[in-house]
């Protein structure tokens, strides 16, 4: 296999990395390290990088020719500033579509794109179905969206997975990096009163193994264990393990206006489709990462959310 992976410094990429290159298939990545980082891309054979944008058209095109990948992983996206519709847009449409007429002019025969859960917006049944209508209201969520449609009208053999919250070596969003880093320095927190589905990494590797599959189906799978927990259980759960008994209640607030009270995904599809179900629950999946984090400690936190940037 010819991998090409898009934003492969990132968490999810760099850990697809980990698990492909060891059995010997060449790996390319682009990424242009605005929340990537470069010391998880070592010079090593097998595996190429690719420093720039693919909202760079030229470049992804001499990319691809040069590399004549099989298959493609599309992990990149642009989160930063949730202000700054202009580069989410140049990434995630106009980026995507790039990405995508190169992957077609090169022959690949697996396409597999990442995708938010956000792209369903503020759901009307939780766990959310696959079918259920997408309303992104989110710079971010809308354009992932536009790219995943974009990609769906293409004749490529394509799969876009909606991912539930995927922990694993060098997660740097949302609450458990967030929770870990502040009680560690002893500062406070707060939770907002959002639920949340969260899957192991090994899970998540587990179904890219089918999907990578060339007589895999194509189409659209939601990712999750289809069980959602608190934000204030994870924080329970990160207090707990670093042996934190906090004075008072951590204080609990109603989600901003730029995030979803609710979001769970219905696997029920991907089951019965794909045969694949995750295996490991919210305690463990939790206990996991906070040992990594024991180890490695964590990096820069990024977020999608305004009201987070905010408060950092």
Not at 160 to 168: K, T, Y
Not at 221 to 247: C, M, Q, R
Request: net charge negative; hydrophobic share 40%; glycine share 8%.
């Amino acid at each position: 296999m010819r991998l090409l992976i898009t934003g492969g410094a990132g968490c999810l990429g760099s850990n697809l990395i980990e698990a492909y290159l060891p059995q010997g298939h060449e790996i390319l990545v682009i990424d242009n390290f605005a929340t990537g980082r470069r010391e998880v891309l070592p010079a090593i054979p097998g595996l190429t990088l690719v420093e720039g944008s693919i909202a760079d058209r030229a470049l992804v095109e001499r990319v691809f020719t040069r590399f004549e990948p099989s298959h493609v992983i599309h992990s990149a996206a642009a989160y930063k500033d949730p202000q700054d519709w202009r580069e989410d847009a140049a990434t995630n449409i106009h980026g995507t579509i790039n990405v995508i007429e190169a992957a077609r002019h090169a022959g690949v025969v697996r396409f597999i794109n990442f995708q938010t859960a956000l792209c369903y917006g503020r759901p009307e049944i939780v766990p959310i179905p696959i079918d259920h209508p997408t309303r992104p209201f989110t710079s971010y969520g809308i354009s992932k969206t536009a790219g995943e449609a974009y990609l769906s009208i293409s004749d490529l053999p394509w799969v876009s997975l909606r991912l539930a919250n995927i922990s694993g070596p060098r997660l740097a969003i949302g609450p458990i990096p967030t929770f870990y880093k502040r009680l560690k320095a002893g500062q406070s927190c707060f939770c907002t009163d959002a639920v949340r589905d969260f899957l192991d990494m090994s899970d998540f590797l587990e179904i890219m193994k089918l999907v990578l599959r060339e007589d895999a189906p194509s189409g659209l799978f939601n990712v999750s264990t289809g069980e959602g927990n608190t934000i204030k259980d994870v924080f329970d759960a990160v207090a707990a393990h670093l042996g934190i008994a906090p004075t008072e209640p951590v204080p609990i607030v109603p989600c901003g206006p730029d995030d979803v009270p609710a979001v769970v995904l219905d696997p029920k599809h991907t089951e019965n489709v794909l045969g694949w179900r995750a295996k490991l629950g919210f305690a463990e999946t939790i206990a996991r990462m906070l040992r990594w984090y024991d180890a490695h400690g964590v990096s820069a936190i990024h977020s999608h959310l305004r009201s987070a940037r905010a408060d950092a």
